[in-house]
């Protein structure tokens, strides 16, 4: 019957997040969840059920982002999506919301056909494939696999080099791994690793170019905590109040 305008719904999206609108985020998604079904617009539907996956995630709405997610495994079946890089996307979301919920071995099961999906393509953004090794090397850690994370660490950071504005994830997976050697050797121990990982990263986030101001705020305000666990409170406190800062520039722009 027709089809949503999926670039419209994503960018839309970016906004609402940008200023940390969950609501206005939610009931974006809802709508045009329910204008693709209107449409039966299935590849509509599964992009959107994607982001909600995300969203309630983030919002710690453990219900409705395993109903999210097995609606979009029932779309990619009927859809005969199964090798697409839309579908290894859908298994990546999959994927960090099972291990948000404490799901490990399922979040591994889709991590790992998110790889096979990714890794065989023709052509995937290095961005995609830094994505998946990341969020796989912290399920790893989670299963108490560490020293097989940090392989997967350094190759998402070498798949971020290759990306503008890629820095940013690069100093996010800095701190995976410095957790990731605190979990295996102890604090005392991990110190000799972790503080050349927290002092890259601190670098990295001093940098705002090619990158969207509203998410550049929001990884501050992500890594601000691991600073401070770790002992560096002046950076925890800059990262803090730099995204503070922000979110207040783009409130008052509306």
């Known amino acids: 019957m027709g089809t949503i305008d999926q670039q419209r719904v994503i960018q839309k999206m970016d906004e609402y997040m940008s200023r940390r609108d969950y609501a206005g985020a939610e009931r974006h998604l809802l709508y045009w969840l329910k204008e693709a079904r209107y449409l039966s617009d299935q590849r509509g539907e599964l992009l959107v059920r994607g982001e909600l996956i ?10 409705g982002a395993f109903h999210q997610a097995d ?3 029932r779309l990619i079946r009927e859809l005969d999506y199964d090798g697409t890089i839309a579908s290894g996307t859908t298994y990546v ?23 096979e999906v990714y890794e065989n393509a023709p052509s995937v953004s290095p961005g995609l494939l830094g994505g998946l090794y990341n969020n796989l090397g912290l399920t790893l850690v989670s299963l108490g696999r ?17 990306v503008a ?18 979990q295996m050797l102890g604090p005392e121990e991990a110190e000799k690793h972790t503080e050349p990982l927290l002092d890259r990263a601190y670098e ?40 503070r800062e922000i979110y207040e520039r783009k409130d008052g722009a509306q």
């Open 146 to 162: 560490e020293e097989e994370a940090m392989g997967y660490y350094e190759k998402a950071m070498a798949q971020m080099e290759k």
């Open 204 to 243: 990295l986030l001093q940098n705002d170019s090619h990158v969207d101001q509203g998410y550049y705020a929001f990884v501050l305000e992500k890594c601000a905590p691991s600073f401070e666990y770790y002992g560096y409170f002046l950076a925890a406190e800059e990262f803090s109040r730099r995204a």
């Open 54 to 63: 995300g969203h309630f995630r983030k919002t710690g709405n453990r219900e």
């Open 165 to 182: 504005g890629g820095h940013l994830e690069i100093a996010i997976t800095c701190l995976n791994m410095a957790d990731a050697w605190q």
């Open 93 to 115: 979301n999959i994927a960090t919301a099972y291990d948000a919920f404490g799901e490990e071995e399922k979040s591994l099961q889709m991590f790992e056909k998110a790889k």
């Open 71 to 73: 609606e979009a495994l």
